[in-house]
C-alpha cells in the first residue's frame, strides 16, 4: 500500500521558496542527491497544491523542467477549487483533501505518493494523512519566502539522517 510523503528542498532558515514563490534558488542544489535522484523511481504520484502546479519551476524551458528535475512522469491529483478549463494528461483536480489522498494512493500503487507545496502539505499533517517527513537542507539563507512548515505541532521519529555535499537529508516517520 502506498505512504505519503511530504519532500522538500528547504533553505537552512527553513524556507522551500524564496519570496513571490521564487524557485531559482534552488538550481545549484538539484540533481546532486542520490536520495532525491532515487525518489523520482519510488514515487507513483503527486499530490500538489495549486500555487505549486502553477507556480514557478527553476528548471523550466529545459529538460529538467517537471518534478524530481523532469525525471518523473505520472498521475499527479493537483488540490484546488478552481481547476482550468483545459485539463493535462496524467492530472486531476480534485476539490477535497481526503478523497484527493486517497485516489493518489490508488494510482500510486505499492509506491509514495510525494505531497508538493507547503499548504497541502500542512493540511494533510493536519489530517492525520501523512507517514513521512523527507527535507534536504541546502546550504543558503534565503531570508523570507514560504515555509516548509507552519501549524500545529508534529511529531517526527528519525529515519535516517545524511550529509551530501549539497544539502542535509533528514528522515522522518509521522507519529500518530
Given at each position: 500500500?502506498?505512504k505519503?510523503?511530504?519532500s522538500a528542498?528547504?533553505s537552512?532558515?527553513?524556507y522551500i521558496s524564496g519570496?513571490g ?12 542527491n ?6 523520482a523511481?519510488?514515487t507513483?504520484?503527486?499530490l500538489?497544491?495549486r500555487?505549486?502546479?502553477?507556480g514557478?519551476?527553476p528548471n ?6 517537471g518534478a ?8 499527479q491529483f493537483?488540490?484546488?477549487h478552481e ?6 494528461p496524467d ?10 489522498v486517497e485516489a493518489?494512493k ?14 497541502v502539505a500542512?493540511?494533510?499533517l493536519?489530517?492525520?494523512?501523512v507517514?513521512?517527513?523527507?527535507t534536504f537542507?541546502a546550504p543558503v539563507?534565503?531570508g ?8 500545529s505541532?508534529v511529531?517526527l ?8 555535499p549539497?544539502?542535509?537529508e533528514?528522515w ?5
Amino acid at each position: 500500500m502506498a505512504k505519503v510523503l511530504y519532500s522538500a528542498t528547504m533553505s537552512l532558515d527553513g524556507y522551500i521558496s524564496g519570496p513571490g514563490g521564487d524557485m531559482s534558488w534552488m538550481a545549484p542544489y538539484s540533481g546532486r542527491n542520490p536520495t532525491a535522484r532515487d525518489l523520482a523511481t519510488r514515487t507513483g504520484a503527486l499530490l500538489v497544491g495549486r500555487r505549486t502546479y502553477f507556480g514557478d519551476d527553476p528548471n523550466q524551458g529545459t529538460d529538467a523542467e517537471g518534478a524530481f528535475g523532469g525525471k518523473w512522469h505520472g498521475q499527479q491529483f493537483v488540490l484546488t477549487h478552481e481547476p482550468p478549463v483545459e485539463i493535462p494528461p496524467d492530472t486531476t483536480f480534485v476539490t477535497d483533501l481526503t478523497s484527493a489522498v486517497e485516489a493518489a494512493k490508488d494510482a500510486a500503487g505499492d509506491k509514495y505518493v510525494c505531497v508538493l507545496g507547503a499548504d497541502v502539505a500542512r493540511q494533510a499533517l493536519a489530517a492525520g494523512l501523512v507517514d513521512e517527513v523527507l527535507t534536504f537542507i541546502a546550504p543558503v539563507l534565503l531570508g523570507d519566502g514560504t515555509r516548509l512548515f507552519t501549524g500545529s505541532p508534529v511529531r517526527l521519529e528519525p529515519l535516517t539522517q545524511k550529509e551530501h555535499p549539497s544539502a542535509a537529508e533528514l528522515w522522518y516517520r509521522v507519529i500518530r
